[in-house]
Structures are given as C-alpha cells and as structure tokens.
C-alpha cells in the first residue's frame, strides 16, 4: 500500500505553461498539490494569490494543500474554502489565536493544518495536536524554493511522531522544503507522512518519472 504521499511544489513550475504542469501533476503518481502563498510580510517573497489558486483549482484533479506563508490568515479562510482548498495550513508563528482559527478552518470544511518554522520547537503544539490534521515541518525557512533541507528536521520529526502517539492523535506529518531522493528514506523512516516537493520534481528533465521515483522511495 502506497501510505506515504508526494505534493508536487506548484511554486516550481513553469507558470507561463501552467495548465501543462498541473496536467503532468494529474497524471503523476502524485498525491496533492501543494500550493504556496506568501504575502511579502510574513516572509520576505511574494508569490501568488487568488486568481492564480482559482485557474489551478479548474485544472487539478487532486487533493489542494495551501500552504499559507501570511499574517493574519484568518482574514482569509472562506475565501480558500472556495478556492477549492481542501488542506489550509496556517503557520504558528503568524496565530495568535491558534485553536480558534484550527477551528474556523474545519468549519469550512476543510483539513486544518499548521507549520512550523525550523525555529519553532514541536512543544508548542502539546496542547493543540488533537485538533491538528496535518502538521508542516519547514525544513527550510520558508519564503523561497530550491534552498537546501536542515538536517536538524530529522529530529523535530522524531519528537512530532512521538507527541502524536503519546497523545494518541490522528495528525499526519507533512515535510516542506529541500527534499529529494537524498533524504526522502530517511524522512519517511523518522515518521514522516507527506513528502512536498518543488525544484527536486520541476526542474528535473523527466518530471513523471522523478515523482515515480520519489514516491517508490517513500514507500520503499
Ligand atoms: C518554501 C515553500 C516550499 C517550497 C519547496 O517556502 O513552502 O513549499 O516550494 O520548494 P523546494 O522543494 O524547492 O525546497
Ligand atoms: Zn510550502
């Protein structure tokens, strides 16, 4: 059984081709698409918005995980909803009201997700695991693709799987940032759930065949 799944980067793609990334993305062995938003504030990039999540949302046959890299997201929520998001994943750092906005998030019927900074300590979520569907360790700081992974992540994973069973929750452990062949084992063996991947799929010559790769290795 294929548990472990792969989230193709869309902020590595071709964005003057696309529909024809999100098509390669549909018929990869790809799990979701992961859709990066940032605001300039809360990182030091901009992105893309609205109207690009909405032409991506017409194409992708697959599971929308938006990674939101802003402040204040609450501001936001509904209009992901009907986006089309299926995972909205907030960052803690950005939360001043985590619990209520974990909720807002699922009361519009979607999958409530929250990361991490490769600063912020696991222990913050003691307290709010069991509301958590999905939790994104940054192995990188966030803000740009193509950096390389902290190898520190490793741990933080350890400790996160630890947390989730100690509190007998449900939450699946997303990994974003500098993953590729090198690392995906061993990310997966530490108790990783979700491997994202942007420049490792994008940029490499045969893009079907590196996400093949990558998803045999997770469940190797
Ligand atoms: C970084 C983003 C990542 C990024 C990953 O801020 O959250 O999702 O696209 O890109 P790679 O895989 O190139 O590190
Ligand atoms: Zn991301």
């Not at 069991?130 to 990188?140: A, Q, T």
């Amino acid at each position: 059984m294929n548990s472990k799944l792969i989230a193709p980067s869309v902020l590595a793609a071709d964005f003057a081709n696309l529909q024809r990334d999100i098509e390669m993305v549909n018929e990869s062995d790809a799990d979701w698409f992961h859709i990066d938003i940032m605001d300039g504030v809360f990182v030091p990039n901009i992105s893309f918005g609205m109207p690009v999540l909405e032409a991506i949302s017409k194409h992708a046959k697959k599971t929308i995980d938006v990674h939101l890299m802003i402040v204040d997201p609450d501001r936001y929520i509904k209009t992901f909803a009907n986006l089309g998001s299926n995972i909205l994943t907030v960052h803690y750092e950005a939360c001043t009201h985590l619990h209520r906005t974990l909720q807002a998030i699922k009361a519009e019927g979607m999958k409530a997700g929250v990361a991490l900074n490769p600063h912020t300590n696991i222990n913050v979520l003691e307290d709010t695991i069991n509301d958590i569907d999905l939790v994104c360790i940054m192995s990188v700081n966030p803000g740009f693709g193509g950096q390389s992974f902290i190898e520190n992540t490793y741990s933080k994973v350890k400790q996160l799987k630890e947390l989730i069973t100690r509190k007998n929750a449900s939450t699946r452990i997303e990994i974003d940032g500098g993953v590729t062949n090198k690392n995906a084992k061993a990310l997966v063996d530490a108790g990783a759930d979700v491997l994202v991947a942007g420049s490792y799929v994008f940029k490499s010559t045969n893009q079907l065949e590196t996400i093949k790769d990558l998803k045999l290795i997770a469940n190797s």
